[in-house]
């Protein structure tokens, strides 16, 4: 497995798992999640072809699809 570099917050939310501190949403407070992360608007933009490649790199690095690592970067600039 290769070893990645993590920051701060990664290695606290790592640490947090381990110790076993997050618990599973249930019931209506996983509706609730659920329904706020709820994707709802497709977007059409133009974007540089290697910054798109370096996404698709980083996204398959860590496991998931690009779209929805661009998704999830696009959720963090908004909070």
Do not use: C, W
């Amino acid at each position: 497995m290769k070893n990645n570099k993590l920051k701060k917050e990664e290695r606290e939310v790592e640490n947090a798992l381990l110790r076993g501190e997050f618990q599973p949403l249930k019931g209506k407070e996983l509706e609730k999640a659920l329904m706020t992360r709820k994707k709802d608007v497709t977007m059409t933009i133009r974007v540089n072809s290697e910054d798109i490649k370096r996404i698709k790199d980083k996204a398959n690095k860590l496991g998931i699809k690009y779209q929805s690592y661009i998704s999830e970067i696009i959720h963090q600039i908004a909070q």
